[in-house]
């Protein structure tokens, strides 16, 4: 009988982590904006506990905090907006300049491409030649418009909801308070979600602040080596950054192409990539590590594996939201005897040796 439920338990928890995934792959324009809403107030939660603190009320503090994270966001759209879009639309030109320039690597890929077309020619023709089926793609600036409406719709809603979550102060731990029948649970409730919210808010307020500093030494970086819109590598360094692993590997790609069309010389236009590539790693070794806690440092596997799997779920935007919610799940898991086996797995090495004070 005990085996019968345990069996019928596991099922049932299989079948709500399916169903969970399921939702959130359908469900995502209505999930991200919530997501970002909540990662945003954590963000900025202990800025706000301060300035409450030196006597500003909690609206007036959440509405500010909240202009400012705006005004951050159209800075960026307005200083870097209009050379991606140009990029965008020079996008053919670029990278017909970048394939000359690279023209001694290009023509062996290209000899690869050929011989390979003419083997699915050939089989093509033994089979009785197929009819080749095309399908009618979006225009591009139709795509490009669908995607700027969709994402200011999405951090619209979601810094409205970072300046309600803000502005609320402690309402919501009030009502978890309530929901509880005894004071212990009360008791144990309250400081668990205080806990929570001290670790991920600090952690994410450091990184972001880890990851605005970097932006802005890469972009001074190229700057001085001579490299053109060197600002707008900073912003890209300053958001890729959320993507661990990935981030740079990206990033230093990006700068690479960019160099070697706008310098004549190819061995000076690596060096470009080359101190992107440096400094990110050299964040990633020693300043962040030194900066956060160990205890909230993560497993690179499990960093990896969460990664892929909101990339596949939601694209770019599930990428960069990844690690901060594998982070609160982490803490969550920490927190909750049941599930502390989880959050041993996805700890990092070092931190699994320490235990939590």
Same mark, same amino acid.
């Given at each position: ?37 909540? +990662?945003?107030?954590?963000? =900025? ?16 503090? *959440? ?60 089989? *093509?023709?033994?089979? /009785? ?10 225009? =591009? ?20 909801? *970072? ?5 609320? /102060? ?12 005894? %004071? ?35 972009a001074s970086a190229l700057w001085l080596v001579g490299l053109e819109y060197a600002y707008i590598w900073g912003i890209?360094?300053? +958001? ?22 706008? %310098? ?7 060096? *470009? ?8 790693? %050299? ?29 596949? +779920? ?10 901060? %919610? ?5 803490v969550i898991c920490d927190k909750i005897d049941s599930l502390k086996v989880i959050g041993n797995f996805l700890g ?10």
């Amino acid at each position: 009988m005990r085996e019968d439920i345990k069996a019928l338990r596991r099922s049932v928890s299989t079948l709500t982590t399916i169903t969970i995934f399921v939702i959130a792959y359908f469900a995502r324009d209505l999930i991200l904006p919530v997501m970002l809403g909540c +990662l945003i107030a954590l963000t =900025l939660s202990p800025i706000n506990r301060y300035l409450q603190k030196q006597g500003l009320p909690a609206a007036v503090s *959440a509405v500010t905090l909240i202009l400012l994270a705006a005004g951050s966001i159209a800075a960026i759209i307005f200083f870097a907006g209009d050379t991606v879009r140009t990029w965008s639309d020079d996008a053919p030109n670029i990278a017909r300049e970048l394939k000359y320039k690279l023209s001694g690597v290009t023509e062996a890929i290209d000899a690869v491409k050929d011989a390979s077309s003419q083997v699915e020619e050939m089989t *093509a023709a033994s089979a /009785g030649g197929p009819q080749a089926v095309v399908v009618q793609q979006p225009g =591009l600036l139709n795509s490009a418009v669908t995607l700027a409406a969709s994402s200011a719709t999405s951090i619209s809603v979601a810094l409205i909801l *970072a300046l309600f979550l803000l502005a609320s /102060g402690d309402l919501f731990y009030v009502k978890l308070v309530q929901a509880f029948p005894t %004071f212990s649970a009360k008791k144990h409730a309250l400081t668990m979600v205080y806990d929570i919210e001290r670790r991920v808010s600090g952690y994410l307020l450091t990184i972001t602040l880890i990851n605005a500093g970097l932006g802005v030494i890469i972009a001074s970086a190229l700057w001085l080596v001579g490299l053109e819109y060197a600002y707008i590598w900073g912003i890209a360094a300053f +958001l890729l950054n959320y993507l661990p692993i990935l981030g740079g590997l990206i990033g230093t790609l990006l700068v690479a192409a960019h160099a070697i069309i706008y %310098f004549d010389s190819f061995s000076y236009a690596l060096l *470009a990539p080359l101190l992107y590539q440096a400094l990110t790693a %050299f964040e990633a070794q020693f300043v962040t590590p030194y900066l956060v806690s160990k205890r909230l440092e993560l497993n690179t596997v499990a960093v990896f594996l969460t990664v892929v799997l909101w990339a596949w +779920l939601w694209g770019v935007a599930g990428a960069l939201v990844a690690v901060p %919610f594998l982070l609160v799940f982490k803490v969550i898991c920490d927190k909750i005897d049941s599930l502390k086996v989880i959050g041993n797995f996805l700890g990092a090495a070092e931190a699994q040796t320490r235990p939590d004070p």
